[in-house]
Structure formats: structure tokens, C-alpha cells
């Protein structure tokens, strides 16, 4: 069995602070970790995934996340918010080979000026 | 090239009614699939396929049927719908089983508000 727990259904920071969005997950293999990002009235879209490659995994809009397997953790973070990273956050496990996703129950970023 | 679409974006029912959403995918895609997404619940799956006229079961499946009598195409119906299934449903869709390789592409979602 696998799941993700993210730790904050919302995360309010100003414009120029850092993003920290938590995960954390259980697997009784291996995982690969995915983040997507839901924009307001639109579908999901991958930030970045491990996929047990490289721990610190580079993603797009300057978003990046490190996968600790030490604490079962693949925690999100972006140096300087922007306005526009408002959006949903969800983090996502599967196992190897193995195409179906779970998901966290999100989070939601909020950025003001 | 569209991606994944969905059709319709939004529907109201009213309980016992029936309806089906479309989703359809140019990228040639072998497995498909479906979700709802609640407040507070995260994406739940519902059903996917792993290829044309296969489909399977995922989380929660209950009061929905699927088909995919085409590749691209990826059909969710409810028989008698019920509040319960008042939701957001997204369909997605990948090459292939191995989600280390994969990523999988979403559609803008189907929003079905049950009466």
C-alpha cells in the first residue's frame, strides 16, 4: 500500500519569501514521487518527479524538491514566491512500474504583495 | 495537437438522471484514466485502462462504469447519478505502465453538480 500526506491544506507567504510545501509518503517499495500543480479552473500539470535518480530533483518555475528516504519525506520549495505560483499543490506516489498515481490531499499556496 | 480534452466542462444532473463524460487524447496514449477530485480529498481513482477494451478498477468505482471501445477515447458513464457524485472529474492519460518513465497528461476537468 501507498500514501502521501501533505501537512497543510493551505500555506500563505508574501511575494519574495520562501515555499515550503511538505510531503511525506509510505511505500512498501521503492517509490517515485511526483508534484503537480492545479492552477485556478484547470487540470493538473507535473512540477518535477523522482524517480530515484538524482535525490534533489529540479522542476519548472524554479521549484525544486529533495527526496529523503531517511524521513519518507519529498518536501517542495521555491527560493522566492512569485504571484503567480498561487495555485494547488499535490503531491503523488507510485510504485515501481506501476502507473496508477495516489494522491495527497493538496495544498493550497496562497502568495500576497 | 489538443492533449487530453473533456467533454462537457460542466453539467448539472438530477438524481437518477444518467450521463457519460468524454475524454479524448491525440497522443496516442495506451493507458487512460479517470478521477474525481473532492474538497479536501485530493484525486481519488476512479477507473483506467491499460488499453484499448480493457478497464479496471481503482479507489473508489462504485456508481460508475467506463468503456474504451476506442484508443483514444475514454468514456465515464453514471447510471443513476446521485449528490454523492457531485464532483470535479479529471481524466489523464499516459504511454505507457512505467510511471518512472511516464508522466501523465491531464485534461481541464468536467465539473457535474448532482441536484
Known amino acids: 500500500a501507498q500514501s502521501v500526506t501533505q501537512l497543510g491544506s493551505h500555506v500563505s507567504v508574501s511575494e519574495g519569501a520562501l515555499v515550503l510545501l511538505r510531503c511525506n509518503y509510505s511505500?512498501?517499495?521503492?517509490?517515485?514521487l511526483f508534484w503537480y500543480v492545479q492552477y485556478p479552473n484547470q487540470g493538473l500539470q507535473l512540477l518535477l518527479k523522482?524517480?530515484?535518480?538524482?535525490?534533489l530533483v529540479k522542476g519548472i518555475n524554479g521549484f525544486e524538491a529533495e527526496f529523503k528516504k531517511s524521513e519518507t519525506s519529498f518536501h517542495l520549495t521555491k527560493p522566492s514566491a512569485h504571484m503567480s505560483d498561487a495555485a494547488e499543490y499535490f503531491c503523488?506516489?507510485?510504485?515501481?512500474?506501476?502507473?496508477?498515481?495516489?494522491f495527497g490531499k493538496g495544498t493550497m499556496l496562497l502568495v500576497s504583495p | 495537437n489538443a492533449g487530453v480534452t473533456q467533454t462537457p466542462k460542466f453539467r448539472v444532473l438530477k438524481t437518477g438522471q444518467s450521463m457519460t463524460l468524454l475524454c479524448a487524447q491525440d497522443?496516442?496514449?495506451?493507458?487512460m484514466y479517470w478521477y474525481r477530485q473532492d474538497p479536501g480529498m485530493g484525486l481519488r481513482l476512479i477507473h483506467y485502462?491499460?488499453?484499448?477494451?480493457?478497464?479496471a478498477k481503482g479507489e473508489v468505482p462504485d456508481g460508475y462504469n467506463v468503456s474504451r471501445l476506442k484508443k483514444q477515447n475514454f468514456l465515464l458513464g453514471l447510471e443513476s447519478a446521485a449528490p454523492s457524485q457531485t464532483s470535479v472529474y479529471f481524466c489523464?492519460?499516459?504511454?505507457?505502465?512505467?510511471?518512472?518513465?511516464?508522466?501523465?497528461?491531464f485534461g481541464p476537468g468536467t465539473r457535474l453538480l448532482v441536484l
Open positions: 489523464a492519460s499516459s504511454y505507457s505502465r512505467d510511471s518512472s518513465q511516464e508522466t501523465q497528461y
Open positions: 485502462s491499460v488499453g484499448e477494451g480493457t478497464t
Open positions: 497522443m496516442n496514449h495506451e493507458y
Open positions: 503523488a506516489v507510485s510504485s515501481t512500474g506501476y502507473s496508477t498515481l495516489t
Open positions: 511505500s512498501s517499495v521503492p517509490p517515485y
Open positions: 523522482y524517480t530515484s535518480a538524482a535525490t
